[in-house]
T-cell receptor, first 115, second 114 residues
């Protein structure tokens, strides 16, 4: 699992509430990613980070924000959760995003349900 | 835009048979591909990768074939076992100013029948 943990693993919340998901890595990797996975869509990139305080948007960033104040933690925040954000969220790291050939290693996922 | 996709959403095979999972890609400039396996309730797990300067790469019971002429990838699993039941994704990288991200296909679900 490349030392990646996600918390919480499951969460049920109500529409309009803020939600923060945490990704923690123990191996000091520079690049971290947040994906969501929905049936029929595969994995879609929400945001990614290429260093402390360095982040950028992915394919489906609307409604999400991220923060990375230290190397080991990458937080994903839903400021006001909507039912369309019900999904399984995966965090990933890559050993070196700048190199040509580097696979990504994924965390165990967080299942979020917005009622 | 460029995309990665899979021909079949589901595949059922008998235990012991060989499995072939296909993937079509549209970016002819892609130079690296990965296959991931995702078991139920878990995150994707790297299986095997291949660079575009190769047309075949073998791992333990798995082989990836790359046909750049028709922009097609396949993952072959020999002697399929119950533990191979999972969703399989192919992925190709895209590069921006900051490095490398990946585009993932929607996946093929492999079911192994006893």
């Amino acid at each position: 699992d490349a030392g990646i943990t996600q918390s919480p693993r499951h969460k049920v919340t109500e529409t309009g509430t803020p939600v923060t998901l945490r990704c923690h890595q123990t191996e000091n990797h520079r690049y971290m990613y947040w994906y969501r996975q929905d049936p029929g869509h595969g994995l879609r990139l929400i945001h990614y980070s290429y260093g402390v305080k360095d982040t950028d948007k992915g394919e489906v960033s609307d409604g999400y924000s991220v923060s990375r104040s230290k190397t080991e933690d990458f937080l994903l925040t839903l400021e006001s959760a909507t039912s369309s954000q019900t999904s399984v969220y995966f965090c990933a790291i890559s050993v070196s995003g700048g190199a040509l050939y580097n696979e990504q290693f994924f965390g165990p996922g967080t299942r979020l349900t917005v009622l | 835009g460029e995309s990665v996709g899979l021909h079949l959403p589901t595949l059922s095979v008998q235990e012991g048979d060989n499995s072939i999972i296909n993937c079509a890609y549209s970016n002819s400039a892609s130079d690296y591909f990965i296959w991931y396996k995702q078991e139920s309730g878990k995150g994707p797990q790297f299986i095997i990768d291949i660079r575009s300067n190769m047309d075949k790469r073998q791992g333990q019971r798995v082989t990836v074939l790359l046909n750049k002429t028709v922009k097609h990838l396949s993952l072959q699993i020999a002697a399929t076992q119950p533990g191979d039941s999972a969703v399989y994704f192919c992925a190709e990288p895209f590069r921006d100013n900051y490095g490398q991200n990946f585009v993932f296909g929607p996946g093929t679900r492999l079911s192994v029948l006893p």
